[in-house]
């Protein structure tokens, strides 16, 4: 079995001219420029692609600092209002006990 797939590579190398393995070598090479090419273009895109993915999960964090730091002052204002409400029903009370 081996004899015969040897035999059959070897006619068909012997009837490929120069020319024609010349023909397929330069299609190989265009294709392998292609792929090269297409490899460079696809690396460019996924550079952009990670500059992009960078760039959107700083504006989050940045966003999440923001939103932070409206919650503190929202707190800090419940905080005053809630003193205020206190102090204004002590102040009442008292207004009661005067009169």
């Known amino acids: 079995m081996r004899y015969l797939l040897g035999i059959c590579i070897l006619v068909s190398l012997s009837s490929c001219t120069d020319k024609d393995l010349k023909k397929e070598n330069q299609e190989l090479l265009t294709i392998t420029k292609n792929l090269t090419e297409t490899v460079e273009e696809l690396k460019l895109q996924v550079e952009k692609q990670q500059e992009l993915a960078m760039n959107a999960a700083a504006e989050a964090r940045m966003a999440e600092a ?21 102090l204004a029903e002590e102040l009442q009370k008292k207004l009661k006990d005067c009169q």
């Open 66 to 86: 923001e939103a932070m730091l409206h919650m503190e002052k929202a707190r800090a204002n419940m905080d005053e209002a809630q003193k205020q409400y206190q």
